[in-house]
């Protein structure tokens, strides 16, 4: 260990069981955060002149002792500094039986309901998957102090509430599962397709997302639509090396070379469906399903598109929303004919189910170009341009518009 890059790294692997062990410790989440990240800090000047044999241990250690000064200071809490002074050695590894519930308790905390949704993302992502403040506002574009405001507000909030560091009772996780599940899920949403910016793709944020996805399918190894939304992530992921250009552009689907796609990605994702389908198929073990069936097809044109409409069919049955709808119209487009696809989309359109979106006149662009209504097909894609955020989207929307003059 001699620089920056092997502490973020050890940093990166370890800061979910460091934080999660503090917090059960001191019963204090904000101060365990608090108490790891000086602990980094002292790292990052005291590693390059003495490298630690125990990187992780080191870490723990030095945390621990800047805890029980933390806790020394506070009179009305000496209590807690008789426990933590019986805290093992310098280089000692927590108890191993309890690391896991530690780290699922740490992440039920992280996506608690009294946080809102982008305090939940930023926290989730700080506390269990170690990233730090500038490289979460980079992941979504927003400036760093507002990613320590939300990050700040939550911890905040949590105290406020009193919440207890410990693993929710089994219904009670059931009933919390939902909420953390949609978290990871935003974070990966977030990295397989940036929702503005400059970039299409945003890798490190959503095999972040998966790294905390395998570790809660881990954890809560029972749970089929743990195992559903890492089947989703995983297949997703795998068609990420063919999604863009060597210059960043977009490669849409039909244009794709399917012999880049991540074999080993495909293999993995396949395994947690098969997990995923020994319970009651919910909606991320759907969508799972729904890549999977394109995992399968050699080509656009050989993919089983009467399948996907089914799976979308029930999708929209268990979990309702215009985006289900949407994405079941193109499926009916490419099963039955542009023109039923596009009925689908006027549905929407008259219900005004997703204002503001770009996404509607993506679809009726492309439906519409289908069915030679070039002129009102050239003013939907233009119309989805100026909706977009995302610089690589909106290019290729405006190339498609002008290549229908």
Not at 22 to 28: A, K, M, P, S, V
Not at 44 to 71: E, H, Q, Y
Not at 161 to 182: D, I, K, N, T
Not at 379 to 388: F, H, W
Request: one cysteine or more; hydrophobic letters at 50%; glycine letters at 6%.
């Amino acid at each position: 260990m001699t620089g920056t890059a092997d502490v973020e790294a050890v940093w990166r692997i370890e800061s979910a069981r460091i934080v999660a062990a503090l917090t059960r410790f001191t019963g204090d989440f904000g101060l365990a955060e608090d108490v790891a990240q000086e602990a980094v800090a002292e790292a990052l000047v005291s590693w390059p002149r003495a490298a630690p044999a125990n990187p992780a241990g080191w870490l723990m250690a030095t945390a621990r002792r800047r805890a029980v000064d933390a806790i020394r200071r506070r009179a009305a809490l000496r209590d807690r500094y008789a426990l933590l002074a019986a805290v093992p050695a310098a280089g000692e590894e927590a108890d191993p039986d309890t690391i896991g519930d530690d780290i699922l308790a740490l992440m039920f905390i992280s996506c608690h309901p009294v946080l809102s949704r982008e305090a939940r993302v930023a926290l989730t992502l700080r506390v269990v998957g170690g990233l730090s403040t500038e490289e979460i506002s980079r992941a979504f574009l927003v400036p760093v102090p507002t990613v320590q405001a939300r990050i700040t507000r939550a911890k905040k909030a949590i105290a406020a509430a009193g919440l207890p560091f410990e693993l929710p009772s089994a219904g009670e996780r059931r009933q919390r599962l939902a909420g953390v599940l949609s978290v990871l899920y935003v974070i990966f949403t977030e990295g397989s397709t940036a929702t503005s910016g400059d970039r299409l793709l945003r890798p490190d944020v959503a095999y972040e997302a998966i790294r905390l996805v395998r570790a809660l399918a881990a954890l809560q190894p029972h749970e089929p639509e743990v195992h559903g939304l890492l089947a989703l992530c995983e297949l997703t992921a795998a068609r990420f090396p063919a999604r863009t250009a060597p210059d960043g552009s977009p490669v849409l689907l039909e244009d794709q070379d399917r012999r880049r796609w991540d074999r080993a990605a495909i293999r993995r994702g396949l395994a947690a469906l098969a997990l995923a389908s020994t319970g009651r198929t919910g909606p991320y073990g759907l969508q799972a399903a729904i890549a999977a069936t394109h995992a399968a097809a050699p080509s656009v044109e050989a993919t089983d598109w009467d399948r996907i409409v089914l799976l979308y069919e029930a999708l929209g049955r268990v979990a309702p929303s215009p985006v289900v709808e949407l994405n079941r119209a193109v499926a009916v487009a490419m099963a039955s004919g542009p023109a039923q696809g596009l009925a689908v989309v006027d549905e929407l359109v008259a219900a005004d189910r997703l204002p503001g979106s770009h996404l509607v006149p993506t679809v009726r662009g492309e439906l519409l170009a289908r069915l030679g209504r070039r002129p009102e097909a050239r003013a939907e894609l233009e119309r989805a341009a100026r909706l977009c955020a995302n610089q690589r989207e909106r290019s290729v929307l405006l190339r498609k518009a002008a290549a229908l003059d």
